[in-house]
């Protein structure tokens, strides 16, 4: 038994957006388990009640009157427990907010003060500013609370509710990931953490939702900057943990910097209130509860993990049980098969090979073997009969015209067709299998290969294609992937011995350029002043630039890049700017 | 000859996003003609100099200098005339601004203070919002500048500076079209002239860029009120006026309210600052110019115009000079097909008849009788080869199962999959004939009729569709769209006996709840209290909440209604809500 002041859990839930009833059900279970384990304080993500992010369903007054009475049946789970969770609070304005519930009762209620509108965030078109920057006193330890975005800055609302008096900072989230994002959080929380001699509970958001996942993650920061305790990557988790807010006192009462600090921005801050929801309690014991920070996943891993769950969470969320691929033998749609299987099982995934007259017969069976190893159903439709059919029936209008990418683009085309034809025969999904370097360049058919629903590792360059492909080969510790796919060189087989270092420039050398110039928005000066040889750059950005209205057209993929094509990327078709 | 204090020129023109040279070459030839006419004051819309929305270009640090660059090279065609120019400064932050240039030199700069980030705007994204209120001094009177958004609200910057002297305010826009929104914007203007005694010169851009259509119609309001000068609809002008200083001093002189008002408000202004440029000269003589205002268009005629223009700047600034038209002999194609011809010729149009095992005989005259009253070019591909290729290729996979949807799309994808061909080996575009009640309602064919580069009546409802067609019918006084097509019963002929009525309710019963879910955030049981039926009401609300992941995919079509499926409906397609 440990003698235990506050006791705070963490509910790191998977909630959809829209999915009141369900995501009600979810609260009520965490909270149901955090009682059983003693928990003083639990913590919910942000807009927890109806799912992250909205959209213009926060246009909805419907939406959000569902919302606020989805909140008061949370309300009602509350006796012997205080929470705090997300939800669109609504009064002239509307707000994203964190209702403070405590014993049945809605105590008060937060509103988000920092609003992101960069990248995929656009939450000034929904939301006001809060103003207010409230501390509670609960089990007698002063508790700020804030949400996401807030925590980001420096001087925000975390540091002026740290210096009028807050022990411990808990900050609610819905943050996306991609890749490296959790070091950096963890470097913001504790860097917030040691300046502001404050405990800080993070709580993120785990699942995916249309491009964005949710990574989890969500840790305790001591306030001398140490990760306590951190929770699962990509997975749901209910992380309970004992705060010792005596030790923040003692490391204030000797910190002379912050001491300074205090001084100087006490005068300065406005709008905070203060709430006692209840003192400090007897001493109590309880049986402890203590855990290790989980292990941090390696690049790839975590990569792939963020796929496996984005890619799950699209099928399942909208309703689909199984999904169809079309298998050309080649490395990205050996990826998307292998993905597929790791997020909804083998039974749910069929692969469809459909050669053509351009197809080598290693195509086939490296496709053959792929589905052996994956143990999933392969159904073989051989493209000759309708690709000539089409040759046949646009003779005429081709005559005097030479073979080109028309003719390449109708194989994909007859492709994209079968495979929705699947789909709409069976209610499979398609999943599309091009990779980031494909969709930066245009290196792709529009209705062709980019038919589908979901375009699993469209933000996965193709150098990182391989690395996933050998990472997961590597933890299943045989060549699920074929070696033979691994090893030959890429090519979309749409006319005899094609290869894409034809069109395109080695991705050893072009993947690095897209990257500067899609994801740093460098211009093409500056990336040959890099080191990158003047006609990739050139070649790379002109086909970047042109292909803007293939992009504008394809389904919604993983954002597992700092900058994904899709909602942190807004361009104009129509665009005469040639850097 | 009249005796002139002050001559405005405002130049109503095309621009195009990141195109410098073009758009330099527009405003130059602008002030060359507005310095013939005698003009001392020339205004420019807003972001003349790099196009108006840039989007994510505003991120390119080179996009940013380009225009700079740029507006550097407006400023050495300024020599004898003052100018008022919109481009992006960049300081520490980003501004939506409007240069102030004279006699060879940038005077001063404006920063845009009300930035809208609702509908189809972005600009908190973009830009920091500006704090300052100039007045500058030009031919002795006294002008407020500001940007669109600025003169929107009752108390915003035309106020301010009003009450702090201006006697004009001059307002730069790039105010995008939707059906009504001219008279709107008219009816704003008169009220803030009137309300703050200045005459108000609103120079709005004219032209498409993708989804949008900025429809000019610049115009100069009285301080009473009254539209002195209304620019042209829909095409670039130059409208040049005298302005009437001495005539507002004095209606401010007698206007009781007018001088309460800036007693109240001329406490609490704050940021205004003051800039002589040039005082008032000695009486000059010029030649008059004086011009009604234009009439204005009837719905249809607008909702028309905006269409051609529309889909002209998307083809030509795109760089394309023909167009491809899958022509069924229905009606949505046929209105396509002549809002084609009135943008880009006859000559530039190809029609396709692409006959399929359902169609009815009168489907192909009526195709080919339009194509004749249009004077463009009808081929014909029957369909059946491609579709029976995909139904023997597909017969064991759909073994046991009965013909359906599935058989459907295959038609309509084969006719998708036709025209890319020929616009991949020709280079033509291709339009889409898909209406906003297909969109809205999912009641189309992904691949199928939505392939395509542009989708010219995606924000048409079928019923809209028809009073078009009339309208145009009517003003070549003759059938272009031939009665038969117009009379017959509304039909997608994917397979026998098939009408939209089986499947959708009647339009005329469809559209008007379409628009009240859709564009009004209307919820199913108070479009019911409305009084529709509340089958049709749940059935089309069932049908727009699971058309997202169709409309994610199609390509952009002009916005001709407040709400629009494009940058102004922005709905996750991952969504449980049911309202």
Redesign the interface.
Known sequence: MVMCQLRIGIAQINT?????A?NLQKIARAIDEAKSLGVDLLTFPELAVCGY?????L?????IK?NLATLNEVIKYSPGITLIVGFVDSQSDTYNAAAVIHHGKLVDIYHKICLP??GVF?E??YFSAGKKYPIYTINGGRVGINICEDIWYRSGPPTIQAISGAEIIVNISASPYHFGKGKFREEILQTRARDNVAIIVFNNLVG???ELVFDGESMIISETGQTVVRGKQFEEDLIVADLDIDAVSQARRINRGWQRKKAHLEKKSLGVTRVVISEAPPVILKPPVSRPPAEELSLSAEVYNALVLGTR??IL??GFEKVVIGLSGGIDSSLVAIIAVDAIGASNVIGVAMPSRYSSSDSKSDAELLAHNLGIKL?V???E??F???L???AK??TG?EP???EE??QA??R???L???S??FGWLVLTTGNKSEMATGYTT??GDM?G?FAVIKDVTKTMVYSLSQYRNLKANTALIPTSIIDKPPSAELKPHQQDSDTLPPYDQLDPVLTAYVEE?K?IEQIIDMGFNRKVVEKAARLVDRSE?KR?????GVKITPRAFGRD???????????
């Open positions: 959809t957006v829209g999915d009141f369900g992010p909205p959209e213009d369903l246009l909805k007054p419907q939406f569902e509108n960069y656009d000034v078109r995916g939702q249309d969470d699209y969320k909208n159904m439709i051989p493209i009969p309708a000539q059919a089409y046949n029936m646009l209008a081709f015209t080109g990418i028309t683009n109708l085309r007859v994209g067709n079968l929705m034809a699947l709409n025969k529009l209705y038919a629903g928005d211009g209205y504008r057209q394809s389904p919604p990327w807004r361009l104009p078709i129509t665009n005469r700017f040639k850097d």
